[in-house]
């Protein structure tokens, strides 16, 4: 299964990130503008690290909204995803599967979101998107591809 898997770590991380932002935007003001010399512009500098501090809680919050739900899995039957789509279902057996392929996006190295593209032999392929913490490592599901389905192609990623 994908599911969210994060912790104390996270957490902190998040913690640091919000104050090391909001320090940097502080320490940025100070040298523009120092208070005895310009009071009138502190308004400014304060919003300006609120700012800043909710910039760099934005993706790791991300993660933790998500972490909870499950995205997609795989048992020795079936593979199955999250879906809106009410036409289709967010399953299929193995027999259907005919590729799965992974793609990430990123951000200079920093993986945002991981991306599934399941393609089938009898409808349409299917893509699942979720944010990078909240789930297992891509290379333990194509792993758990591979074990319970070895008909299927997978492809993209790390090796």
Known sequence: MVRGRYGIVLVIGVLAAVAFGLLAVI???LS???PE???ALWPGVFVLGVTGAVLCAALPLRIIRSGRSVHLWATLDE???RTTDTD???RSTWDHVVAVEYDKDDARGLVYTHR???S???RP???VRYPAGASVRPMRFRGLVRNVAPGVRVSGGWW
Do not use: K, N
Request: charged residues 20%; contains cysteine; hydrophobic residues 40%.
């Open 125 to 127: 392929p299917v893509t």
């Open 79 to 81: 593979i199955g995803f």
């Open 37 to 39: 010399e310009e009071p």
């Open 32 to 34: 523009i503008a120092p």
């Open 88 to 90: 289709r279902p967010g």
């Open 120 to 122: 089938f032999d009898d």
């Open 116 to 118: 599934w593209t399941i």
């Open 27 to 29: 320490c940025l003001g």
